[in-house]
Structures are given as C-alpha cells and as structure tokens.
C-alpha cells in the first residue's frame, strides 16, 4: 500500500509512512470486501492524514492506480448459489444480450422525465373495492425481458427468509394459511404500500450483499425500479389516490408493482424484517408468517391481552426496517368468529369462507341455466379458465365441497 501511495504521490513524505501504520488490521475475508470508498473512508480517519493536510496542504496525485472492478466473496452459506459473474458493466450487457448503450438507456437516471410515451413503463391506475385505487408500473417488452432474465438468471437462486410464503417455488396462500390453522389467537397486519416503500438503495443493498461490485448492484437496481413521472403523480393526487406522503415515495427510484422482478426483490429486501418478526414471534411462543404485505402471528389464548403491546412492536419494527403498517388493516381474531388468513378460514382447518362458496355454486348454477355469458359481467376474455381456476382453488381447501361444484360444472355447455 506504501508502495502505491508513494507512485501515486511521486514523493514520500513523513506523514504516508505514518498513515500506514496507523491504519487498523483487517482479516483477508474483510480485504477482499473492500471497496475504494471503504478504504477511503480509513484513509480520512487516520490522525497522520489529517496532520499531512495541514503540513503541505492537500496532496497533489501525479498517478492514477485504477483498481479492477471484480466479484467479492458472498456472504457465507452462500457460495454455492452458481450466480453469474457480473464485475462490470460490459459484463452485465453480455448477460443480458443487450448493448452498453442499450444498458445506460435502460439505467438513465433522468429517464422519469421523458414525455409519458417514451417511458420504459405504462402506468394503470385501478380502483379498489374498499376505495382510492393502486398504480401498476408495468416494463414495456424489452425492459420486461431484460427484468426476467434478471429474475430467473440470479434472484431465483437466492433462498428467501422461511417465513416468507409470496411468490416463491414450493409455497403459496395455502402454505400460508396452515401455519395458522387451529390457533386460538390470530393477528393481522398489513403493510401500506409495500412496493413503494423499497427504494433503489435497498435494492442495490441486495445485490452487494450477494457479491456484486457497488457500481454494478447500482446498476442492477436502476434496471429493476422506476420513479413514477410527474403527470402519473399528479393525476394520483387529484383523484385523491395519494398523499404528499406517498407522492414522495413515489417519485424515488422504488419497486414497480407490475415488473416480474420485484415480488423477489421485495422479499429479499424484507428479510431483516421476517428476521426480525419471526424473532419477536419466538419470544411470545407464537408462529408468524408473511405473504407479500400480509403479515401474520398467531398463538395461545394467552395473546389476546397483550395484542396493543404486541402490535406497538410489530409497528415499530416495521418502522425500524423502512416500512409502515396500514392501521386500518390491523385486527384480532379469536376462535369464537372466523379467522383468516388471506382470504382462507382457518379455526379448524383451511377452509373456504362459507359465503365465497355460495357465490361460486350460485355463479355455476346460473351459468348452466343461462349460459357462461350470463355471468362474465366483467368481461374476462377466458372466463372459462377463470371459473375452473376458482374450482380448483375450492377443490384445495374443501375436497367434500368442491364435488358439488365440479358436479355443477359438468352441466355448463361451453360452446360457442
């Protein structure tokens, strides 16, 4: 290190000599991780750099020693993963078989203020039943290819927190659901705007922590996170969709709702969070589980008079990791009414919410007598495979049910 200052400088002055050895000891595990700005940062801290300044005023560098950008380790228990090597920019365009410039258009920071039609995204804006409505960011085609690969070719590979059950292989509501079946206590929480709160740092985070060189987790995250354009924000504000608060959230770099990418991205970036609750449920003797922004916990009747306690930590952790509960959405279920969970009733077993079954045997029954058409107010362009999908869905939580329902099917003519 002497040696490279000492080129750099074109001179060897007192105070260098004493700025080395004034330097802390690092392990070879924490040198390979090392980037120029950590270095940088123990440079500046030394005494003897401080009393170099004031001695001959600030060094004048002659030499420039450019360090090759390069992979670093990744973190333990996961070196095994197989993730592409991806040192460097032209790296990442070879990846992704795409061009350098094809990179810096996707990754301009600026991009956000390009008129509406030469946006990498479209935005839809849909209502909701309970009111105001949600912003779906979607890729245009390229952009969205290039999120997939990037999905698929890396994210896929990464294991999630075991508490995290959305949109990962091998889990889904129902697994969900049957961590929480039979509890006498089950408690809900929600996170408000759960996409939109996970901003472009966050996401470089991930990808540095997995080995990537800064420049290139920067670069990755910019591809998989977009800052929503003014006119977007402003029609949101004067429907009254959102807030100055969520008007701001909005125009940072965040998480599309709508990019194949970002349900991953998003649990990768809340496993502090499950960490964290799942520690918490640990300590109460209770189970919990998250699937996308649906938090729960559940446990012994003992709960029930510690639910305010347990919910002001619950909040506070998700403040603590960037995040915030939807109030409203909070509530206490005991076994003396029905309990939820995303949709699934779970006091016994799993099971489908009793008036859920009736519009569906009623909507069956309807279509036999009057035809498929009658009942696709909405207009789905494959109602079929819609309706049979609800079946299926029913078929999983209540086998004895969905025979009456698969019987009902079998009357509905299908052709044209």
Same mark, same amino acid.
């Given at each position: 290190?002497?040696?490279?200052?000492?080129?750099?400088?074109?001179?060897?002055?007192?105070?260098?000599?004493?700025?080395?050895?004034?330097?802390?000891?690092?392990?070879?595990?924490?040198?390979?991780?090392?980037?120029?700005?950590?270095?940088?940062?123990?440079?500046?801290?030394?005494?003897?750099?401080?009393?170099?300044?004031?001695?001959?005023?600030?060094?004048?560098?002659?030499?420039?020693?450019?360090?090759?950008?390069?992979?670093?380790?990744?973190?333990?228990?996961?070196?095994?993963?197989?993730?592409?090597?991806?040192?460097?920019?032209?790296?990442?365009?070879?990846?992704?078989?795409?061009?350098?410039?094809?990179?810096?258009?996707?990754?301009?920071?600026?991009?956000?203020?390009?008129?509406?039609?030469?946006?990498?995204?479209?935005?839809?804006?849909?209502?909701?039943?309970?009111?105001?409505?949600?912003?779906?960011?979607?890729?245009?085609?390229?952009?969205?290819?290039?999120?997939?690969?990037?999905?698929?070719?890396?994210?896929?590979?990464?294991?999630?927190?075991?508490?995290?059950?959305?949109?990962?292989?091998?889990?889904?509501?129902?697994?969900?659901?049957?961590?929480?079946?039979?509890?006498?206590?089950?408690?809900?929480?929600?996170?408000?705007?759960?996409?939109?709160?996970?901003?472009?740092?966050?996401?470089?985070?991930?990808?540095?922590?997995?080995?990537?060189?800064?420049?290139?987790?920067?670069?990755?995250?910019?591809?998989?996170?977009?800052?929503?354009?003014?006119?977007?924000?402003?029609?949101?504000?004067?429907?009254?969709?959102?807030?100055?608060?969520?008007?701001?959230?909005?125009?940072?770099?965040?998480?599309?709702?709508?990019?194949?990418?970002?349900?991953?991205?998003?649990?990768?970036?809340?496993?502090?969070?499950?960490?964290?609750?799942?520690?918490?449920?640990?300590?109460?003797?209770?189970?919990?589980?998250?699937?996308?922004?649906?938090? *729960?916990?559940?446990? +012994?009747?003992?709960? /029930?008079?510690? =639910? &305010? #306690?347990?919910? $002001?930590?619950?909040?506070?952790? %998700? @403040?603590?990791?960037?995040?915030?509960?939807?109030?409203?959405?909070?509530?206490?279920?005991?076994?003396?009414?029905?309990?939820?969970?995303?949709?699934?009733? *779970?006091?016994?077993? +799993?099971?489908?919410? /009793?008036?859920? =079954? &009736? #519009?569906?045997? $009623?909507?069956?029954?309807?279509? %036999? @007598?009057?035809?498929?058409?009658?009942?696709?107010?909405?207009?789905?362009?494959?109602?079929?495979?819609?309706?049979?999908?609800?079946?299926?869905?029913?078929?999983?939580?209540?086998?004895?049910?969905?025979? /009456?329902?698969?019987?009902?099917?079998?009357?509905?003519?299908?052709?044209?």
């Amino acid at each position: 290190m002497q040696a490279r200052a000492e080129h750099a400088l074109g001179a060897s002055p007192d105070w260098l000599r004493r700025l080395i050895a004034e330097l802390p000891r690092v392990c070879d595990a924490t040198w390979q991780r090392q980037e120029v700005d950590d270095l940088a940062a123990r440079v500046e801290q030394t005494r003897a750099f401080s009393d170099g300044r004031r001695a001959s005023g600030v060094p004048f560098l002659r030499r420039w020693i450019l360090r090759a950008s390069r992979m670093h380790p990744p973190p333990l228990g996961l070196d095994e993963l197989g993730l592409p090597p991806l040192p460097h920019s032209a790296a990442i365009a070879a990846w992704l078989a795409i061009t350098l410039d094809d990179l810096d258009w996707f990754t301009h920071e600026r991009r956000h203020r390009l008129p509406l039609p030469s946006q990498h995204y479209g935005f839809t804006l849909q209502p909701k039943r309970s009111g105001g409505g949600r912003l779906i960011e979607s890729p245009r085609r390229r952009l969205k290819a290039v999120q997939a690969r990037v999905l698929h070719g890396l994210l896929d590979r990464v294991p999630v927190h075991e508490a995290c059950h959305g949109f990962v292989a091998g889990r889904s509501v129902l697994t969900h659901a049957r961590l929480h079946t039979g509890r006498p206590v089950v408690m809900h929480f929600d996170l408000q705007n759960f996409f939109g709160r996970i901003v472009a740092s966050q996401v470089a985070a991930v990808f540095h922590t997995l080995g990537y060189p800064r420049g290139v987790a920067r670069q990755l995250a910019a591809l998989c996170t977009v800052s929503t354009p003014e006119p977007v924000i402003e029609r949101l504000r004067d429907d009254g969709w959102v807030d100055w608060q969520d008007a701001q959230a909005l125009r940072r770099a965040h998480l599309p709702q709508g990019a194949p990418s970002s349900p991953m991205l998003a649990n990768l970036c809340a496993f502090q969070l499950d960490l964290r609750l799942d520690g918490l449920a640990h300590a109460l003797g209770a189970t919990y589980s998250r699937y996308a922004d649906d938090l *729960v916990l559940s446990g +012994p009747a003992s709960l /029930r008079g510690s =639910f &305010d #306690r347990i919910a $002001a930590w619950v909040g506070r952790i %998700a @403040l603590e990791e960037g995040y915030a509960l939807n109030h409203r959405k909070t509530r206490l279920a005991t076994q003396a009414a029905a309990q939820r969970v995303c949709g699934v009733v *779970v006091n016994a077993h +799993p099971n489908l919410p /009793r008036r859920e =079954f &009736d #519009r569906l045997r $009623a909507m069956l029954h309807q279509c %036999a @007598l009057h035809g498929p058409a009658s009942q696709n107010v909405d207009g789905r362009p494959d109602f079929r495979a819609h309706l049979w999908g609800r079946v299926q869905w029913a078929a999983q939580l209540n086998a004895a049910k969905a025979e /009456r329902l698969r019987a009902l099917w079998q009357r509905i003519d299908w052709s044209p």
